[in-house]
Nanobody, 123 residues
């Protein structure tokens, strides 16, 4: 089992920045690919970013590319999402997730999920 707890969400103005963190406990964190997803009201869960177990490989949704940065610290069992130049359309509940086999863009591939942290961007 892996327990994931997100933090860092809040209210931010458009154009501002926010840093989300995900703290992991349980099984060896460095064995897992990690991803960030988001879900806006009335919409499905959407891929945001992913990072491989080593941190060498990352990928982003087109909607956040160039604005968001995913990183991880295996010594601290944390993964972060630096959100820059945020837009009102970034408003959503943000989840981190752990994947035992790799790191994917498909929510169903992930084995463990946090409860989410709310991000609200005002215009």
């Amino acid at each position: 089992q892996v327990q994931l707890v997100e933090s860092g969400g809040g209210l931010v103005q458009a154009g501002g920045s926010l840093r989300l963190s995900c703290a992991a406990s349980g099984r060896t964190f460095s064995n897992y690919g990690m991803g960030w997803f988001r879900q806006a009201p009335g919409k499905g869960r959407e891929f945001v970013a992913r990072i491989s177990w080593s941190g060498r490989s990352t990928a982003y949704a087109d909607s956040v590319k160039g604005r968001f940065i995913i990183s991880r610290d295996n010594a601290k069992n944390t993964v972060t999402l630096q959100m820059n130049n945020v837009k009102p359309e970034d408003t959503a509940l943000y989840y981190c997730a752990a994947d035992r086999t790799s790191s994917s863009e498909v929510p169903d591939d992930y084995d463990y999920w946090g409860r989410g942290t709310q991000v609200t961007v005002s215009s």
